[in-house]
Structures are given as structure tokens and as C-alpha cells.
């Protein structure tokens, strides 16, 4: 039963049971209906209630239905709202703790509403590219004041109840109740109180002006529109609001509905629809049971106070965790801590964060040289130079002293978990855990799952990750884990597109427009040139054949490391991350071209994107192929959340299914025709090949 009903005093209680928000999906609303229904033909009633069970009024729409025909299903929501207007006894929405979206556009229907405080109230739509469409646009600006109203609508920020309840004039809350536990009593004495009271009143009916008028909503206009940039919906929720303080009621109501649907439309809000159900996915690993028991963690140690090492403490700390380093030496300690800090206190002067929390933070920081220290550690992290003998001697260390049951993750980028799992006598306890950098910023973690790995140890990191406010993602183990496997194509199609005329400056650019955050040799020249190079004397030696440019190691000889040498690819000022283009550099990618007797052509932006694009589309269709991800969308998240590219377009795999795998295909096989590229390298993955074919997609 989605919703309960019961009388009291003459006051029917509708209350709203679909855990764990109260989704308003197709059951939630028949059974709404029906009790209405119910309620308005009960003699014995005079007015009524709506609230929710448990911890939320309502969260709004029933995530599980995005994209169905039940979203539309009759009742739809619209029709519930009228249904509540329609009724000739007084509603009342008794709101506490959650009230979002449907939720809020539900209770803007009801003729009264009473709210607890700490509520938090929101019409989250935008951020799924969406604006609200179940009258949210037309009634809130009515019940709040344009400008308030608009705000929520445009930002989709959760507000605390208190808040909108003091904003001068409103009309969105008639009362504010003493607290959530007398929200219920108190709103059955108002019912009480109201119940003889006509005509009912409706927000549809109040005035709905901005004093301003047009000059506010071209104000709005300029503002939005600067902000929103690649998304559509924020300038259409100002439209909407607009259309509010201009058009009678039911004709707002025709522009949200008509302006909604065409949102639902639009690649971008597919796109943040589809982020929304892979971040939530990417957290289920899918033979890990939800009820799989945990390991408590209080605690934990990690090894190597470097560059990763101090990011990742800063997670715990953030979270109230206890975190121990060891380190070799004490002036690595220093050092490490000292960068802990600075991070820190640059946080404060930013005013974002309180001096108390970061002196609590650091009391939570301890060191020391000795593994014996860390015998209670629940969680050991290593994050020590990237070399299989030194991982060996710290995880024998580890395995010895470690007390049981403690989980022992490795930070490692490339090594294989396996063989680290196998230096120690418990391989079950073992798995990676691949920070990026910088680590207290980044959201991403790829949880490497060993081929022993407990599945109580995956529960527990996967339940950890959310509390640390990482997006965690399961990868199997191979060289790269899923990210930088895919990116290392990326990068060597990159190196081809020099060779054959580009600068590195026009690759960035295209890439850039196209919305990455940053193109592939802004991007080296961050990381790091010398980590790719390491990576392709490797590869020089195990895949003797495999094809690469050499502008990069050419690059690397002249020591232009990147950032931290103050030259790459491009040049930079100290202190200065702008990347000014060298024209050496570019003489250097010149001279080479013209030892491997190229002519150098024009390449179009659109190639330049489609080439590195499609070059990690085929290696994910590889990693999924391979069982590395279990899903498509868990490729998205890790290229979302730690490789920059673009929010809106969903990530690489949801881009393919946007352009359709047949045309990715076409233009792979047109791109291996091209002798100075790699026909090799164009090989449809069998997966890709396979589902362009059936005419299917990923998801
Ligand atoms: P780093 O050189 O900045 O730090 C390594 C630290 O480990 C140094 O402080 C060193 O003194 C210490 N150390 C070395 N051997 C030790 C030992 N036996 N016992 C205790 N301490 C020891 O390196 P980093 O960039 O922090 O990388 C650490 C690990 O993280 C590597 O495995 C690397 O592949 C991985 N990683 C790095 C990045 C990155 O962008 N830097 C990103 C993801 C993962």
C-alpha cells in the first residue's frame, strides 16, 4: 500500500508510504487517487491531510520511471494535483524532512500547507536538464515571489524551510510547526480549524507580478544564460517563470507542459538522466549482494606521504577518520604533513573552511616510521613509488604486522593487484583502491577488484567511498584499470594527428569546444609527459609492433615534463597554469614531420574530435567486452568524474549511443583508410562491431 488513509477527528490522513523518499510513481499516485477519492465521499470527513511516512514528505518523481510510459500514466501527476484543487474539503500538506520536485508541486496543490522546520525544499528538475512539470513554474512563483522562485527553479538548490518561511509575503507555508515530531497533531488541529472555512483557497488564483517586469527577466535572461552555457533548461525555467507573471494560469500551464516535453528531448538532459542512473548503478557491484556484512572501518593508515599519499589522508580527515602515515624517513613525514596543511589553511583563507574544523582535522593526523604502528589500522592504503620490488617489500611488511581482517588497498596506477595480492598470505583482504590527483579534490576512485578480493571488502570500500564523497567504480585488473587504458589510445591517436598537421594547441582547442575540461596535451602537461613516456618504453619492449608517434618521447628528451618542469607541450609562467604555445615545440613536431616525408594537411575540428573521441570508445567497448567494467555507464562515471569530459554529453559510451554505434563505426573503418593513421589501430572492437551491426547500443 503506497498510501495509507485513516480518520481522525473528522480529518481524513492520507499518508504517503513508498520508501525510502515517497516517490511519486504510478502506484504512489493511483493509491493517492483513490484515497482523495475516498476522503471526499466519507460523510464522516471534513477535510484532510496529506503527509508522508517516514523520512520525507515527498522526494518527487519515481526515478525508476524516468524514461517509461509510466511516468505519463494516468493518473499522471498533473491529474493528481487537480484532483487535490478539485476537492470541496480543505487539503492540507503536512511537510516534513524532504519535499522535492513532485513532492513540492503535490503539496502546491493542496489549499494549505504546514511545514516542519529543517525541511529541506527544492525543484531539483534543472539539474536533470528538465524544469519542473507538474505546475511547479507556474504556482511556486505564485506562492513565493517571482524572484525567490525563480532562483529555486533555476538553481534546483536545496532551501531550508525556515528560510522560505521568512521571506516577507510569502504564501508557500501557512504555518511553521513547532517541530517534525508535532508537525502531524498540529496539522490536524489547523484541518480542524479550516475545515468550515470557503472558498478554498488556490495558489493558481494568487497574483504573480515582478515589479520590474521585462527589465528583470532580460536581467535574469543575461545572468542564466552566461551561467548555463551547453544546458538548455535553465533559460527555458526563466522562460517558463516568465510565462507565469504574463499569461493567465491554464495557458503558463500549456507553456511549462509543451516546454518540458521538448526539454525531455534534448541530448543534454538525456545525458543528465543517464549520469543520474549510472552514479547510482556504479555503486552495486553486481554480485555483491546489498546485505553483504561490512567491515568496520576506524581507522586507517596509509604509506607514502607524497603527492597521492597526503590527498588521500585528507579524505579521511574530511570524514572524521583517525589517519596514520608511515614514511621512511622523518623529513618525508614533514614535508607530507606540512602539505596537509598548507592545503588546509588555504581552505580557511578562502573562508571554506572553519579554523576549528581544520584544528580538529589535523588532532585526527598522526605519523610515524615504524609498521608496528600500524597493527590496528582497519584500512592500510600504500601510496609509495610506482615500482613492483618497493610494493613487494611494503605489502610483505604490511601482511606481517597487520592484525586480521584489516583491509590492505594499493594506490597503484598501473601495477598488476594480483601480484601484490600474492606477496602476502591473505590475497581475499587485498584489492586497489586508484586515487586521482589531486586526491582531496577529485571525485573519482576506481576500486580494483583482485581476482580474490572478499566481496565483504568490496561492500565495505564501495559503503566507504560514499562516505569519503568519492564516485567509486569497480574495474578488473589490467594495465590502465579503465581510465588511463582508454586514455593511453586517446594519447597515441593524439600523437598521430601531430604528425599528420595539427599543433598541439589546435588538437586542445577542438577537443575543448567539443567540452572536455582540458585537451590531451594540456592534459600530459599536468600529469606529467615522463609518466607516458615510462609507459611507452615499456610498451617499445612488450608490443614491439604497435604503432606510435614520436613527438612525445622527442618531447620528454628535451625534458619538457610538463607544468612542474614549467614547459611541455606549451610554456608556463610560474605560478600560472595558462598554457602559452612554444614555438619551438612546434618546429620540433615540424622537423619530425618532415623526416617521415609528410606533407602536412588541414585537419577540421570535427575529425580532430571524432578520432580521439571514437579512440575511447572502442578501447571501453574493449574493457566491457573483457568483464574490466560490468557496465557501459560505469565507463561514463570514470571518464565524468576523472577525465573532464563534458557533463552534458553524458560520457564516452552514452556520446556513442547519442551518434549511433553503426555511424561510429562507418567512421572508424573511413579513418583506417588513411595511411598516416593506424588501420590496426581502427579495429572495431567485436563487441562494438557486433552491436552496430544488430543496430543496437550499450545501455
Ligand atoms: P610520490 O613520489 O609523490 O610519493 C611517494 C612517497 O612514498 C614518497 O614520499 C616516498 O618517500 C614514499 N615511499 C617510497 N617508498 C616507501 C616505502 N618503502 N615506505 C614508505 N614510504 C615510501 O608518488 P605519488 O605520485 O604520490 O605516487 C604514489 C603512488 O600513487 C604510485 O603507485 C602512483 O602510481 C600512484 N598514483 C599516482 C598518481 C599521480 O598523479 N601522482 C595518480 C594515481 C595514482
Known amino acids: 500500500m503506497t498510501t495509507e488513509y485513516a480518520v481522525q477527528n473528522a480529518v481524513a490522513v492520507l499518508t504517503l508510504n513508498n520508501p525510502p523518499v515517497n516517490g511519486m510513481g504510478l502506484a504512489t499516485r493511483v493509491a493517492l487517487t483513490n484515497a482523495l477519492a475516498l476522503a471526499q465521499a466519507d460523510a464522516g470527513v471534513n477535510a484532510i491531510v496529506i503527509t508522508g511516512a517516514g523520512t520525507a514528505f515527498s522526494g518527487g518523481a519515481d526515478i525508476k520511471e524516468f524514461g517509461s510510459p509510466k511516468a505519463l500514466q494516468e493518473p499522471n501527476l498533473l491529474s493528481v494535483i487537480l484532483a487535490v484543487e478539485a476537492c470541496s474539503k480543505p487539503v492540507i500538506a503536512a511537510i516534513h524532512s524532504v519535499c522535492m520536485g513532485g513532492g513540492l508541486e503535490l503539496a502546491l496543490g493542496c489549499h494549505y500547507r504546514l511545514v516542519a522546520p529543517g525541511c529541506k525544499v527544492a525543484l531539483p528538475e534543472v539539474k536533470l536538464g528538465l524544469l519542473p512539470g507538474a505546475g511547479g513554474t507556474q504556482r511556486l512563483p505564485r506562492a513565493l515571489g517571482v524572484e525567490p522562485a ?31 515530531d508535532t508537525l502531524l497533531a498540529e496539522a490536524l488541529s489547523f484541518a480542524v480549524e479550516v475545515a468550515t472555512v470557503r472558498p478554498l483557497p488556490l495558489v493558481r488564483n494568487l497574483p504573480c507580478k515582478h515589479p520590474l517586469g521585462d527589465a528583470y527577466f532580460g536581467f535574469a535572461r543575461n545572468m542564466v544564460g552566461g551561467m548555463a552555457k551547453n544546458y538548455p533548461a535553465p533559460l527555458k525555467c526563466v522562460a517558463a517563470v516568465e510565462a507565469a507573471t504574463k499569461n493567465k494560469f491554464n495557458d503558463g500551464m500549456r507553456f511549462e507542459r509543451d516546454t518540458f516535453i521538448n526539454l525531455m528531448w534534448t541530448p543534454e538532459s538525456r545525458a543528465l538522466r543517464h549520469i543520474f542512473m549510472a552514479e547510482r548503478a556504479a555503486s552495486k557491484v553486481p554480485d555483491v549482494p546489498a546485505d553483504t556484512a561490512q567491515r568496520a572501518i576506524k581507522s586507517v593508515a596509509i604509506i607514502g606521504a607524497g603527492t597521492m599519499g597526503g590527498g588521500i589522508a585528507m579524505n579521511f580527515l574530511n570524514a572524521g577518520l583517525p589517519v596514520k602515515l608511515l614514511e621512511m624517513k622523518p623529513e618525508a613525514l614533514e614535508r607530507g604533513v606540512a602539505t596537509i596543511r598548507k592545503n588546509y589553511e588555504a581552505q580557511v583563507k578562502k573562508g571554506k573552511l572553519k579554523q576549528d574544523k581544520y584544528e580538529q582535522r589535523m588532532a585526527l593526523l598522526s605519523t610515524t616510521l615504524s609498521y608496528d604502528d600500524l597493527r590496528d589500522a582497519d584500512l592500510v592504503i600504500e601510496a609509495v613509488f610506482e615500482e613492483m620490488a618497493v610494493k613487494e617489500a611494503v605489502f610483505k611488511s604490511l601482511d606481517a604486522v597487520m592484525k586480521p581482517g584489516a583491509i590492505l588497498a594499493s594506490n597503484t596506477s598501473t601495477l598488476d593487484i594480483n601480484q601484490i595480492a600474492a606477496f602476502t598470505q591473505r590475497p581475499q583482504d587485498v584489492l586497489g583502491l586508484h586515487f586521482f590527483s589531486p586526491a582531496n579534490v577529485m571525485k573519482l576512485l576506481e576500486v580494483v577488484r583482485g581476482a580474490q578480493t572478499g566481496k565483504d571488502v568490496l561492500a565495505t570500500v564501495m559503503a566507504l567511498a560514499k562516505k569519503i564523497k568519492k564516485t567509486a567504480v569497480v574495474s578488473g585488473v589490467c594495465d590502465g584499470f579503465i581510465g588511463n587504458r582508454m586514455i593511453e589510445q586517446y594519447g597515441r591517436q593524439g600523437g598521430f594527428l601531430l604528425d599528420e598537421g595539427c599543433t598541439p594547441a589546435q588538437v586542445d582547442k577542438a577537443v575543448e569546444k567539443f567540452g572536455f575540461a582540458m585537451g590531451p596535451f594540456r592534459m600530459g602537461d599536468l600529469a606529467g609527459n615522463d609518466i607516458g613516456w615510462a609507459i611507452r618504453k615499456r610498451r617499445y619492449v612488450e608490443k614491439p609492433g604497435m604503432k606510435y608517434s614520436k613527438t612525445a618521447d622527442l618531447l620528454c628528451e628535451k625534458g619538457r615534463f610538463g607544468q ?18 612554444n614555438a619551438e615545440v612546434n618546429q620540433m613536431i615540424e622537423a619530425h614531420r ?20 571514437f579512440s575511447l570508445i572502442n578501447e571501453a567497448a574493449h574493457i566491457l567486452q573483457e568483464g574490466i567494467a560490468s557496465r557501459a555507464s560505469d565507463i561514463d562515471m570514470v571518464y565524468l568524474m576523472g577525465y573532464g569530459f563534458p557533463i552534458y554529453r553524458g560520457g564516452p559510451m552514452n556520446y556513442a549511443n547519442e551518434v549511433g554505434l553503426f555511424n561510429v563505426v562507418q567512421a572508424m573503418h573511413r579513418f583506417a583508410q588513411n595511411p598516416l593513421d593506424d588501420a590496426q589501430f581502427w579495429q572495431p572492437a567485436p563487441l562494438l562491431a557486433s552491436l552496430a551491426a544488430e543496430g543496437k547500443n550499450f545501455s
Not at 153 to 180: C, D, H, R, T, Y
Request: hydrophobic share 45%; charged share 20%; proline share 6%.
Open 150 to 180: 525563480l532562483n529555486m527553479i533555476v538553481s534546483g538548490e536545496l532551501v531550508n524551510s525556515e528560510l522560505l518561511f521568512s521571506l516577507p509575503g510569502q504564501k508557500l507555508f501557512n504555518k511553521m510547526a513547532v517541530s517534525a
Open 564 to 581: 612542474k618542469t614549467g614547459a611541455g607541450w606549451y610554456d608556463y609562467v610560474p605560478g600560472k597554469r595558462d598554457a602559452i604555445p
Open 594 to 613: 618532415a623526416a617521415l616525408g609528410i606533407t602536412p594537411r588541414k585537419i577540421s575540428d570535427e575529425e580532430i574530435v571524432q578520432r580521439l573521441v
